[in-house]
């Protein structure tokens, strides 16, 4: 990027700048390594080139400071010695209706492609995407909050074509431990309308199987999700959570026999469009209601065969999908559970369907558990006709508000002391580099000293006494490590706080000179990433 002729007051400065860009070993850093929206950090670092200039012509010795002491007192070095947050940007059925989550909505099979666009972005290192028809939540490890929000969101705006002010109205913001608690309180089942569903642990899970192997798909990302599934384990092996409580397939059949009358529940006739994992479920907890006979239309009959078989002694009629207004005209209810990403009933669909029976009373329920929506809002507007999509499911969790508070309860307890551990692990993570880099510095004396000692014992030493005294040099580094390595360790077992052993790691950073060694392979990781 060319620095401005208003800053640049003579060729002298323009060296210094020159030489704050070439000396480092990582490529073009310094002005160039800003990101390019932060003009003044740029007009900071010209100002204090000034400076440098200055004191180089009453301290020749000023010439000799490095390109990267002088970047780490820049304004750009805040992005390497800062730890990154975990933010998750999300939109759920409790802060969006559902015709804003289905534009949101990103389809398992393109996960990895938003992983790599999200990471592409500036301020964004790491990113993981949870879309689900109640859900669509974005969470990534940004260098900067603020920046990385922004960003986020305007790619959100981008890929959805719904403006950032509308996003920014019904969009939640949660940042590191509260992020932490929010993706364990989604895995726990906590955070779904129906509490404790299995459902929503197989599509956490499903998100560390997509993002395995996935670039952008880290350490800290990768961590919190394998985390997040430890945690919803335990919560439902621990507590009575899933016991009554069950998917959105079951809260749709508890709706729909909700609405009917209870005389009707055994001869109301039932029809699922899409036999996929949703449509098997309805069918199955449609069954354990007392179900005995449904129609199912489906693009092909393998799957309705499959589930035939799965439960025998339950008539299954099976249609083709050319036939499914036909088969909407002999039904009562129709739960509708497919991909399609066009409505298949609209208005003018279902005015031409005969009313349905009248022991139901006549009106025809639509019960769509799909996102995208099945069944367009305008059927609604027939008289003999009722629809009732995801968001309308919160009916059927209210009534039972009394026992899911209960549990959710003892879930919270478990979900603080794995979170605990979770910020415990990730603290770890930040003593590392400091760690290895303490390791190696004493290696590196070990062997210089070792070297010497041997030179001046002669050519005429045995293997034994040689392996003696390795031996010893080992031992020795080892047991003066002990210390300073038990001081850098931070995983919640003892009484010492982050604030404690983070002190203890700038010490020995200081005293050691360990810094520039760390703060090398920071620039390294993040320059090898931007070229990704």
């Known amino acids: ?56 012509e009453s301290a020749p010795n000023a010439a000799n400071i490095s390109a990267l002491e002088q970047l780490k007192n820049s304004a750009a070095d805040r992005y390497t010695k800062e730890r990154s947050s975990i933010v998750v940007i999300g939109l759920s059925i409790h802060t969006a209706p559902v015709e804003m989550r289905e534009k949101l909505a990103i389809p398992e099979a393109e996960w990895p492609r938003a992983i790599a666009e999200l990471c592409g972005l500036n301020h964004i290192e790491e990113a993981a995407v949870l879309s689900t028809c109640n859900r669509m939540e974005i969470y990534v490890l940004a260098l900067s909050q603020h920046r990385g929000v922004k960003e986020v969101t305007e790619w959100m705006s981008k890929t959805s074509g719904i403006p950032v002010s509308e996003i920014c109205q019904h969009r939640f913001l949660l940042y590191n431990k509260d992020a932490t608690q929010h993706i364990f309180e989604v895995s726990a089942g906590l955070d779904s309308l129906v509490l404790g569903e299995g459902q929503i642990l197989a599509q956490v899970k499903q998100v560390v199987k997509v993002g395995q192997g996935v670039n952008g798909f880290g350490r800290n990302i990768s961590g919190l999700f394998k985390h997040a599934i430890t945690v919803g384990k335990r919560v439902r092996t621990e507590t009575n959570i899933a016991a009554g409580a069950v998917s959105v397939s079951s809260a749709a059949v508890e709706l729909a026999l909700m609405k009917l009358p209870e005389s009707s529940h055994a001869s109301a006739r039932m029809l699922i469009v899409g036999a996929g994992k949703m ?144 910020e415990a692990w990730r603290d770890s993570l930040e003593t590392v580099p400091t760690i290895k880099k303490l390791r190696a510095y004493a290696e590196r004396i070990r062997m210089a000293e070792l070297e010497k000692c041997m030179s001046k014992m002669g050519d005429d030493i045995n293997k034994k006494t040689t392996r003696a005294v390795d031996d010893l040099s080992r031992g020795i580094v080892n047991r003066f490590l002990h210390g300073p390595m038990q001081h850098l360790r931070c995983d919640g077992s003892d009484s010492r706080t982050l604030s404690e052993t983070l002190e203890n790691m700038h010490a020995l950073n200081r005293m050691y000179g360990l810094e520039k060694d760390i703060l090398e392979e920071k620039l390294k990781a993040m320059t090898s990433g931007q070229q990704k």
């Open 279 to 422: 449509g098997k479920l309805v069918i199955k907890h449609l069954v354990a209601k007392g179900c005995t006979r449904m129609v199912v239309v489906n693009r092909s009959e393998e799957r309705v065969i499959a589930i035939r078989e799965e439960i025998p002694g339950v008539e299954v009629v099976y249609r083709p999908l050319d036939e499914m207004l036909a088969s909407a005209a002999e039904a009562d209810v129709v739960f509708t559970s497919t991909a399609s990403e066009t409505p298949l009933f609209l208005k003018e669909d279902v005015e031409t369907l005969p009313p349905a029976c009248p022991e139901i009373g006549g009106v025809r329920l639509f019960v769509d558990i799909s996102v995208p929506r099945n069944v367009g809002s305008c059927v609604n507007e027939v008289e003999t006709a009722r629809v009732y999509n995801v968001d309308d499911l919160k009916e059927v969790v209210a009534a039972n508000k009394e026992d899911r508070l209960r549990k959710a309860m003892e879930a919270q307890t478990i979900i603080a002391e794995e979170s605990n551990q979770f």
């Open 1 to 56: 990027m060319a620095v401005s002729s208003a800053f640049v007051a003579c060729p002298k400065l323009e060296t210094v700048l020159n030489h704050h860009k070439l000396e480092t070993p990582f490529g073009l850093i310094g002005v160039r390594a800003l990101p390019s929206n932060n003009n003044r950090s740029r007009r900071g670092l010209i100002q204090r080139a000034r400076c440098e200039l200055s004191a180089s």
